[in-house]
Nanobody, 118 residues
Framework: QVQLVESGGGLVQAGGSLRLSCAAS????????MGWFRQVPGKERKFVAT????????YYADSVKGRFTMSRDNAKDTVYLQMNSLKPEDTAVYYC???????????WGQGTQVTVSS
């Protein structure tokens, strides 16, 4: 079983930057890709970005393209989400998740709060 722990959340002003980290441990050999999602209370969890462990290919939601960058450090089993030009609408709890080659995200972290003030 893979365990995921997010960190790096906090309070920033609009236009500012923040970098989130997600450290994976346990049986990571079966993990094909990692993803970032975010959720506002009362609303469904939404996709933000994903990256493959092997090739580092990334894909982003339209709402964050050009502002967010996902990366990974294979040696540390850690993925990152660099968030620039933050907007108040980016405020949410951010979760990282691990997926097998089937594309199913079956392991989730505890989440980290990101708050962007205007």
């Amino acid at each position: 079983q893979v365990q995921l722990v997010e960190s790096g959340g906090g309070l920033v002003q609009a236009g500012g930057s923040l970098r989130l980290s997600c450290a994976a441990s346990g049986r990571t050999f079966s993990t094909y890709s990692m993803g970032w999602f975010r959720q506002v209370p009362g609303k469904e969890r939404k996709f933000v970005a994903t990256i493959t462990w092997s090739g580092g290919s990334t894909y982003y939601a339209d709402s964050v393209k050009g502002r967010f960058t996902m990366s990974r450090d294979n040696a540390k089993d850690t993925v990152y989400l660099q968030m620039n030009s933050l907007k108040p609408e980016d405020t949410a709890v951010y979760y990282c998740a691990a997926a097998s080659s089937t594309g199913k995200y079956n392991v989730w972290g505890q989440g980290t709060q990101v708050t962007v003030s205007s």
